[in-house]
């Protein structure tokens, strides 16, 4: 197992354009989470999987953005009609379902809105 | 609303020192605590975990404590090294078993000079 897993690692994109972010995580895990970092902040939640449903959406997510998970497997982040505030690390964790359990973390896909 | 605070955002210090990085929560109605580890343009790396029943956890050269009634956590490093040098995030989750999502402080960037 090579741990959770993040496509593209760097993105660079002009404004108005749509982005598609990927997290594979560890394989038995069930929870997937999606936060977003900018510089100098600690990282914020997004969204949370457990399977295939998707739980619960921060105020963050704006209409612009979407996330799926299908089959409860890997998941995808969407940004549409990108503006220069969404630049910043998305970072995606996976855990087991537990509760207790410790997240792991990708290695993030960098984003950057011209 | 959970809202964590990590105070200095940076500390300089002498190889070999012991140092203590210290993280307060406004709710103590956690889940558990988790510190974190990300060098530069990367993602986390979790370093260690408390349960909320649990005072204190201890991997290698790092201990971490909990007292949750007062809303505090520390991370002690003993004999610091330069390779320690990065940025500290403390995170807590809160108290659900449906979703554990993190709310995370600001971090801390250590150095630890040669």
């Known amino acids: 197992d090579t741990g959770v897993s993040q496509d593209p690692r760097h993105k660079i994109t002009k404004r108005g354009q749509n982005v598609t972010f990927r997290c594979d995580p560890i394989?038995?895990?069930?929870?997937l989470y999606w936060y977003r970092q900018t510089l100098g902040q600690g990282p914020e939640f997004l969204t949370y999987f457990q399977n295939e449903a998707q739980l619960e959406k921060s105020r963050l997510l704006s209409d612009r953005f979407s996330a799926e998970r299908p089959k409860g497997s890997f998941s995808t982040l969407e940004i549409q009609r990108t503006e220069q505030g969404d630049s910043a690390m998305y970072l995606c964790a996976s855990s087991g379902s537990g509760g207790l359990e410790t997240q792991y973390f990708g290695p993030g896909t960098r984003l950057l809105v011209l | 609303k959970q809202e964590v605070t990590q105070i200095p955002a940076a500390l300089s210090v002498p190889e070999g020192e012991n140092l203590v990085l210290n993280c307060s929560f406004t709710?103590?109605?956690?889940?558990?605590l988790q510190w974190f580890r990300q060098d530069p343009g990367k993602g986390l790396t979790s370093l260690l975990l408390i349960q909320s029943s649990q005072r204190e956890q201890t991997s290698g050269r790092l201990n971490a404590s909990l007292d949750k009634s007062s809303g505090r956590s520390t991370l002690y490093i003993a004999a610091s090294q330069p390779g320690d040098s990065a940025t500290y995030l403390c995170a807590v989750s809160a108290y659900t078993g449906a979703n554990s999502k993190l709310t995370f402080g600001k971090g801390i960037t250590l150095s630890v000079r040669p």
């Open positions: 394989s038995e895990h069930n929870r």
């Open positions: 709710d103590s109605a956690i889940y558990n």
